[in-house]
Each structure stands twice: as structure tokens, then as C-alpha cells.
């Protein structure tokens, strides 16, 4: 089991940028899968980004080209860094962790409380 803590959520205009950062406890964190998933109000929490342990990379097509995900397994941290946000990117932003890669959230049985993303028109 990881503990996980996300921060660096706020209020953006659109075009904006914003980094947000989540902390993992234990040093366990190099042998985990990391996603950031997103859920905006009345909708469904859907998959944003992954990082795998091989270091390979996914993203949502909505976000592809705009959003990076990136891990310091040395920090035992994820980071996930948005540029050209948009409103509809208005979300509660939260990162996971699991022992399969996937793009399921039913996969992931770690998750971070949230951070909440607001990005203006």
C-alpha cells in the first residue's frame, strides 16, 4: 500500500498553465504503476495520464500534446504538467497507483485525496 498526497491545484484562465505534484509515501514507489484521473462534476472519474514502471507513457486523447506526466522515482514523486488548459479541463484531479498497468480505474487501489482544478474562460 502507497500513501499519496497531490498538491499544486488552483484557479487558471484558459491558456494557462499549472503543475501538479504528487508525493508518495514509502519506498515502494519505483515498483508501482502512477495515473492521474480526473473527475468533473456530474461526470465519471476518467484516466488523464500514465506513467508505467517502464517507463513508458499514455494519455487521454483530450489531453494529448498539452499535458506531460512525469516521475522521479528518486523523490518518490509523479508530476503532472498541464499547459493550454482549457474549461472544460475543470476538474478534481487525483493520482493513483497500481500494480498492473492500466488504463482502469478499477485497477488502482491507491488514491490521493485530490486537488481541485478550476480553469476560467
Known amino acids: 500500500q502507497v500513501q499519496l498526497v497531490e498538491s499544486g491545484g488552483g484557479l487558471v484562465q484558459a491558456g494557462g498553465s499549472l503543475r501538479l505534484s504528487c508525493a508518495a509515501s514509502?519506498?515502494?514507489?519505483?515498483?508501482?504503476?502512477m495515473a492521474w484521473f480526473r473527475q468533473a462534476p456530474g461526470k465519471e472519474r476518467e484516466f488523464v495520464a500514465g506513467?508505467?514502471?517502464?517507463?513508458?507513457?499514455y494519455y487521454a486523447n483530450s489531453v494529448k500534446g498539452r499535458f506531460t506526466i512525469t516521475r522521479d522515482n528518486a523523490n518518490y514523486t509523479v508530476y503532472l504538467q498541464m499547459n493550454s488548459l482549457k474549461p472544460e479541463d475543470t476538474a478534481v484531479y487525483c493520482c493513483?497507483?497500481?500494480?498492473?498497468?492500466?488504463?482502469?480505474?478499477?485497477?488502482?487501489?491507491?488514491w490521493g485525496q485530490g486537488t481541485q482544478v478550476t480553469v476560467s474562460s
Open positions: 514509502g519506498r515502494t514507489f519505483s515498483t508501482y504503476h
Open positions: 493513483a497507483a497500481s500494480r498492473i498497468p492500466s488504463f482502469q480505474r478499477a485497477h488502482y487501489g491507491d
Open positions: 506513467a508505467w514502471i517502464s517507463g513508458n507513457t
